[in-house]
Structure formats: structure tokens, C-alpha cells
């Protein structure tokens, strides 16, 4: 007799924990409905240590109120970014214990909710971002990503944040998982311009994105669709990854990493160049002009890679870094920087010039030695002017060329073409 008493005892106080359980939950949807949020989570906080004895339907139930509460304070700008990642996770055991159950009562709602907080974690995120807390930026991103796991482009672009921050060891966490991944970024691009205020408009590189797009220019709401190919980003992934190894000390670890990736990426040039920095942040020249040289094989007509050979080279042979520089120019006229570094190549000399001819006396063989050095100093000046007047004539603003060829012109003796360039540069 006592035995069942105990038995029917432990029943009744069941039933009455979970009718105190249900009256919880009314009691925060009540607290929310009259737009009190902050009450209904603190009831819902209160029942919590019960929720194990709870059934699915109630526990979906208290987790969607519970979402609904959070999503309501971050959408009043209370602690964003914490009630927004709360109500994501409330959201999320929604859907969670739905799909356990087999019955999806608050499941779509949850979704959509869900979506909802992706975007706002993606606009806090550019913001934060925007506003130099790369940190929180990274934070938000990954969140975003948390939530829809065939979205690495957010996964990508925490660690990017992440390394702006200087938060290493994240920013690597987050490049290794997009390597895992073998997330590449490479796609198409949709855009078309808005009608309403014609500017151009990115719709996204999903199949879905093309579709909205092109739906859109149908009823004329947008017009001049335009398609773009978005490159791979594996190379730079896998060049951060070996900077960030690099940086950390791990200097052969950088280098197996990369060793790895152009194994597995024979064809991969943008592999093949980060390969190549990393060296050339080593100070390893030979390593670098190796691996580019390798390249070149591939693409001849690569313009930077001939300059990047041109300012290797200038370190220990002249006369191939002018070689490279011109190259460089043949397949792109306009570029300024080979120009320059022609130029001073050229001016290289002066110093040691100059240094010798303060040094002479007044002999004879002294005067004739001047002429002589005179003479090499005309021809150096000579042989730099046209490359500084190419410079100046692609970047009319840029000072110190101006300087540097007004210095020029003052040592050829050309006096109206220094007098024409002060007068333009208002010196």
C-alpha cells in the first residue's frame, strides 16, 4: 500500500511539474506579446532546469518563444550581436527537435528566422568591419556561416577579417577549414543596373541569383545584365595560410604547406606565385627567380612577373633588371613602376660619381679625370631622362618624379624645361 502511494505521489508531481512548465511558457508568450522581452526570457530562464521532462512539442515550443524573445530585443538594438547569435541557437533546437519528432509545427517560421539572422550577422559584420573592429567583424561572419554551412564565402571572408585584426591563430583556423574544404571561390558574378536609380547592382554567383537577376530585367526593373567571372581565391588562401606560418616562426611548416599545394595544383598559377612570395619574404632570391622563372614558361607575356624579376635582379645584376623592366614595357606601356625603377637604375651611379669628383684636386690630371666623370654623369642623366619623362607624362601628380626630372633637367643645363616643369608643378 505505502509502495503505491509513493508511486501514484511521483506521477501526480510529473503532471504538475509539466502543467507548471506549459503555464512558463504562456507566461513568456504573454510577457512578449506585450512587448516585454527581457521578462520573457527570464521566466523562460526559470524553467529551463525542467525542460529534460518536457515533450518535443513542448521544448520546440519553449526554444521558438525563446527565439522570438531574443530576435525581438536584437531587432530593438539591445546587444545586437549577442541576441542575434541567442536567438539563432534558440532557433536552430527548434528545428532540431521538430526534425527528432517528425512533427514541424514551428519549423519553417525558424527558417526563416534563421535567414533573417544571417543577413542581419552579414550587415553588423560590414559594418563592424567598415568601422576597423575587425574583430567583431570576423566573429559575426562566422556565426553567419555556423548557420548555413554551404556558405564558405563568409567562412573566407572571417578569416580575412580576422588577419586584419592580427588575430592570428582565428584567421588561420578559418583558412585551414576553407582549405579543407577546398573552397575556391571561383564563379560567376551577376549584375544589372536598377532602373530606378541606374546604378549597378550585385544580385550574387548562385544559380539562384542569376535567376532573380534575369527574372528582374524581364519586367524591366533592372536593365543591362552583365556577367563576371569571380577568380579562384585558393591562392590566396594558401598565401595567407604560409604568411601567417611564416609570421608564427613556422618557416618550413610555410613552405610544405605550399610545397603540398602545387603538387596537387600543378597548372595553378596563383598557387605557384604565393609559392614564390613567401620565398621572396624570406629574402630566398634564387627560390623566388626559380619558381617565377618556371612560370614565365607558362605565361610569357606576364608583365608583373617580369618586374617583380626586374627588382630581384636589381639587387645584383643591372644589367638583367633592365632587361626584365623593358619587357615589362613592351607588353604594358603604361607601366609607371618599370619606368621608375629604369630611371633609377640609371641614377644608380650618381652617388659614387659625385663622391669621386669632390675627392680631386686641381692638377692637371685632376681637371682631366673631372671631364671624364663629367661626361659619364651627362650620359647617366641622358639615359635616365626619357624614362622620367614617360613617368611623369602617366602620372602628371606624382612629386617626386617631378623633382627627380627637375633635378635632371637643372644637371643637363636644360633651363626652360626645368623653368616649364616648376612653373607646372608650382615650385
Do not use: W
Not at 67 to 74: E, F, K, P, V, Y
Not at 128 to 156: C, H, I, M, P, R
Amino acid at each position: 500500500m505505502k509502495s503505491r502511494f509513493v508511486i501514484v505521489a511521483a506521477a501526480l508531481l510529473v503532471s504538475l511539474g509539466g502543467n507548471a512548465q506549459k503555464d512558463q511558457i504562456k507566461a513568456a508568450e504573454k510577457a512578449l506579446k506585450n512587448g516585454n522581452s527581457a521578462e520573457a526570457i527570464s521566466v523562460l530562464t526559470q524553467a529551463e532546469s525542467s525542460l529534460s521532462a518536457a515533450t518535443d512539442a513542448e521544448k520546440a515550443q519553449y526554444y521558438f518563444v525563446k527565439g522570438n524573445a531574443h530576435m525581438d530585443l536584437a531587432n530593438k538594438k539591445t546587444e545586437l550581436p549577442k541576441n542575434l547569435e541567442l536567438a539563432a541557437k534558440a532557433y536552430q533546437q527548434v528545428v532540431a527537435v521538430e526534425k527528432t519528432s517528425g512533427k514541424a509545427k514551428y519549423t519553417a517560421q525558424a527558417q526563416s528566422s534563421i535567414a533573417d539572422i544571417k543577413n542581419q550577422l552579414i550587415n553588423v559584420a560590414v559594418d563592424s568591419g567598415n568601422a576597423k573592429d575587425y574583430k567583431t567583424a570576423s566573429k559575426l561572419l562566422y556565426q553567419s556561416y555556423e548557420l548555413d554551412k554551404s556558405d564558405v564565402e563568409k567562412l573566407y571572408y572571417a578569416g580575412n577579417y580576422a588577419l586584419n585584426g592580427e588575430d592570428y591563430d582565428t584567421a588561420l583556423k578559418y583558412y585551414e577549414e576553407c582549405k579543407n574544404l577546398n573552397y575556391s571561390g571561383e564563379g560567376i558574378g551577376y549584375y544589372a543596373k536598377n532602373a530606378v536609380n541606374d546604378q549597378e547592382e550585385f544580385f550574387g554567383s548562385t544559380a539562384a541569383s542569376k535567376a532573380d537577376r534575369d527574372s528582374k530585367v524581364k519586367l524591366k526593373l533592372y536593365s543591362n545584365p552583365r556577367d563576371e567571372k569571380i577568380p579562384s581565391k585558393k591562392g590566396e588562401i594558401l598565401k595567407n595560410i604560409a604568411l601567417i606560418l611564416v609570421q608564427q616562426g613556422k618557416i618550413n611548416e610555410a613552405k610544405q604547406a605550399l610545397s603540398e599545394a602545387r603538387a596537387a595544383n600543378p597548372d595553378d598559377t596563383a598557387i605557384a606565385m604565393t609559392e614564390a612570395n613567401i620565398y621572396l619574404e624570406l629574402n630566398d632570391f634564387n627560390m623566388y627567380k626559380k619558381i617565377v622563372t618556371e612560370i614565365l614558361e607558362k605565361n610569357p607575356n606576364d608583365a608583373d612577373l617580369l618586374y617583380n624579376l626586374g627588382v630581384i635582379a636589381s639587387k645584383t645584376n643591372a644589367a638583367d633588371a633592365e632587361a626584365y623592366y623593358k619587357k615589362a614595357i613592351q607588353i604594358k606601356p603604361d607601366y609607371i613602376n618599370a619606368y621608375l625603377n629604369l630611371a633609377i637604375l640609371k641614377l644608380d651611379a650618381d652617388k659614387k660619381i659625385i663622391e669621386e669628383m669632390n675627392k680631386l684636386g686641381t692638377s692637371e690630371k685632376d681637371n682631366k679625370r673631372y671631364e671624364v666623370l663629367k661626361k659619364q654623369r651627362n650620359d647617366m642623366f641622358n639615359s635616365a631622362l626619357p624614362y622620367l619623362e614617360k613617368a611623369l607624362e602617366l602620372d602628371p601628380k606624382n612629386e617626386e618624379v617631378g623633382t627627380t626630372l627637375i633635378n635632371v633637367y637643372g644637371a643637363l643645363e636644360m633651363t626652360d624645361k626645368k623653368k616649364a616643369l616648376k612653373a607646372k608643378m608650382g615650385k
